[in-house]
């Protein structure tokens, strides 16, 4: 079954990055002239996907207003010829998908923001792309994932080989080879002790979902340690069912969700951007040559 549809959670507190995250939803915080979250839709898009369900709770509205057309900027750029280019990079961005919106009435975990996706992909296959990872690639990561959901009809989560360091934070997965870049996930540890990890893979943030996750995440007891239902939970689960594949995907990411996150993304992705990268580049020599 083709995927036309994506699911961006919002909804989180963004407590790393406050107090910037204080007023403005740190999937707004932007990268260069963006914010994090068009990223993400433009990766969507440029995936062939049409419909992206984006979880929202109290205080995210800037992320609605931008996705909306806006009517009295629009007029007056399209006033100023000089402007054009303008007026279509704030126009277009409303064009990209069909964007939807739910809230997540209570900031219950990542789990249960997905869970709120359900009456939005009923019985599809989904992505799902976690609002403050930004990944810059060849090919859209969604793309490359969904590719081997339509070849294996299996669940798919995106991973890369990372450093000790992350993978305490984040998790380490227990896999089988498929092929090249494909692995089959039999375990999955959340926050690994140094001692106790599978390999170097983790999960950063993308997965191609079938409707099976729902049952899986309401089944999940309650982590002690978080008092939520833990998403890793329900994916550990699925690969211990044998129902989980990882593809270890082309390209580089960037945790918007962290202070270090946001100055890498907006680096890189200034140093090519077709209006400062050239001031940009030489800046940063000049940095660099006094530091
Ligand atoms: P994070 O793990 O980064 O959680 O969520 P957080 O609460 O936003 O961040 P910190 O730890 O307080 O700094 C990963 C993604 O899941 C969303 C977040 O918005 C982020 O895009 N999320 C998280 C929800 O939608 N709902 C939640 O209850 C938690």
Known sequence: MKITKAVIPAAGLGTRVLPASKAVPKEMLNIVDKPAIQYLVEECAAAGI?????????????????????????????????????????HDVADLVNVFFIRQKETAGLAHAIAAAEPFTKDEPFAVLYGDDVIKSEVPVVKQLTEIYEKYGKCVTGVNDVPLDLLVKYCSLEVTPVEENVMQVRSIIEKPEPDKIYSNYAILGRNILTAEIYDYIHRQPVDPKTGEVMF????????????????????????????????????????????????????????????
Do not use: W
Request: charged share 30%.
């Open 50 to 90: 049409t419909d992206v369900l984006i979880i929202t709770n109290r205080g995210k509205g800037a992320i609605e207003d931008h996705f909306d057309y806006a009517f009295e900027l629009e007029a007056n750029l399209k006033k100023n010829p000089r402007k054009k280019a303008l007026y279509d990079a704030v």
């Open 232 to 291: 890793s939970d329900a994916l550990g689960q699925m690969a211990n069912d044998g129902k989980l594949y990882a593809v270890d995907f082309e390209g580089r990411r960037f945790d918007m969700g962290n202070k270090l996150g946001i100055m890498q993304a907006n680096c890189e992705y200034a140093l090519e951007h077709p209006e400062i990268g050239e001031a940009f580049r030489k800046y940063i020599k000049e940095l660099v040559a006094k530091l």
